[in-house]
């Protein structure tokens, strides 16, 4: 599995390189894509197709290649394959078959944008949401009580209206980072509120261009929750050293222990005065 460039070409690694230049077989989600890349780097190879419409069919070719003793790298357009991308099922299939698989690291579209993000912790990734509205909000929904960041894909002619759907079904109070064409020309990464995100969109056509990746923090602790988590934390604490009523009161409750001991501590500076 072969990660490569998400937009410049050179964000690849030698060992990838070398893996394309000696594998029997590439298998790619786009040819032309591909070729672009391979002849870029001066390789001569001729890729196969394996895209999301032949997947089940180009597998047979991989495992009839793979039976013969050939190495098979696989490639998706752009970053890590298997993650949005074709190339899972064949991987679950190479796995249960007991044909060893091997990850190329490189290029990832999910990890660029977290990396520019300034968000640290847990996260879900969601990926593409559905393309029509009343199914995306309902995708939507599911994750409107997550507690960590979500990170999305989107593709330009839907990130208007996904934004919309983003703020009506989350709430426009959340953070959100806009990563646009990373590692491309026009790369760009922009931080605001749900709120005003659709209007600074808007206010330029050209910030719709391109692929993105978004990062909407995650659902904010109720205020009911904090309340019940704070009366547990102080019930422990009466009876308990500080580290064991932050554990104790962590699993109770379900907050997180970061946030729990900074409130035990508040709790027993009060206790002492």
Same mark, same amino acid.
């Given at each position: 599995?072969?990660?490569?460039?998400?937009?410049?070409?050179?964000?690849?690694?030698?060992?990838?390189?070398?893996?394309?230049?000696?594998?029997?077989?590439?298998?790619?989600?786009?040819?032309?894509?591909?070729?672009?890349?391979?002849?870029?780097?001066?390789?001569?190879?001729?890729?196969?197709?394996?895209?999301?419409?032949?997947?089940?069919?180009?597998?047979?070719?991989?495992?009839?290649?793979?039976?013969?003793?050939?190495?098979?790298?696989?490639?998706?357009?752009?970053?890590?394959?298997?993650?949005?991308?074709?190339?899972?099922?064949?991987?679950?299939?190479?796995?249960?078959?007991?044909?060893?698989?091997?990850?190329?690291?490189?290029?990832? +579209? $999910?990890? =660029?944008? *977290?990396? @520019?993000?300034?968000?640290?912790?847990?996260? /879900?990734?969601?990926?593409?949401? !559905?393309?029509?509205?009343?199914?995306?909000?309902?995708?939507?929904?599911?994750?409107?009580?997550?507690?960590?960041?979500?990170?999305?894909?989107?593709?330009?002619?839907?990130?208007?209206?996904?934004?919309?759907?983003?703020?009506?079904?989350?709430?426009?109070?959340?953070?959100?980072?806009?990563?646009?064409?990373?590692?491309?020309?026009?790369?760009?990464?922009?931080?605001?509120?749900?709120?005003?995100?659709?209007?600074?969109?808007?206010?330029?056509?050209?910030?719709?261009?391109?692929?993105?990746?978004?990062?909407?923090?995650?659902?904010?602790?109720?205020?009911?929750?904090?309340?019940?988590?704070?009366?547990?934390?102080? +019930? $422990?604490? =009466?009876? *308990?050293? @500080?580290?064991?009523?932050?554990?104790?009161? /962590?699993?109770?409750?379900?907050? !997180?222990?970061?946030?729990?001991?900074?409130?035990?501590?508040?709790?027993?500076?009060?206790?002492?005065?």
């Amino acid at each position: 599995m072969v990660a490569t460039p998400i937009g410049n070409l050179a964000d690849i690694s030698l060992r990838a390189l070398d893996i394309l230049r000696s594998a029997d077989a590439i298998f790619a989600e786009d040819t032309r894509v591909t070729r672009a890349l391979l002849g870029h780097h001066g390789i001569e190879a001729k890729p196969r197709a394996l895209h999301a419409h032949n997947e089940q069919r180009a597998a047979r070719e991989v495992f009839d290649a793979l039976d013969a003793g050939r190495d098979v790298a696989l490639v998706s357009d752009a970053g890590t394959p298997g993650i949005s991308d074709p190339g899972a099922r064949v991987v679950h299939s190479a796995l249960t078959a007991g044909i060893d698989v091997v990850p190329i690291p490189g290029a990832s +579209a $999910l990890a =660029a944008a *977290l990396s @520019v993000s300034g968000r640290q912790g847990p996260f /879900a990734f969601v990926g593409f949401l !559905p393309s029509k509205r009343a199914a995306r909000r309902r995708t939507l929904e599911d994750w409107r009580d997550f507690p960590h960041a979500l990170v999305l894909y989107e593709a330009p002619h839907r990130i208007l209206d996904c934004m919309t759907d983003l703020a009506d079904v989350l709430g426009g109070d959340r953070d959100v980072v806009i990563a646009r064409e990373l590692t491309k020309i026009f790369e760009s990464v922009h931080a605001c509120r749900l709120a005003d995100a659709h209007e600074w969109l808007a206010a330029d056509s050209n910030r719709q261009r391109g692929e993105f990746v978004l990062i909407v923090s995650g659902a904010p602790a109720a205020e009911d929750d904090e309340a019940e988590a704070r009366r547990v934390l102080a +019930a $422990l604490l =009466a009876e *308990l050293p @500080v580290k064991t009523a932050v554990k104790l009161a /962590a699993t109770i409750t379900g907050a !997180p222990r970061n946030a729990l001991y900074a409130v035990a501590l508040e709790l027993d500076k009060a206790r002492e005065r």
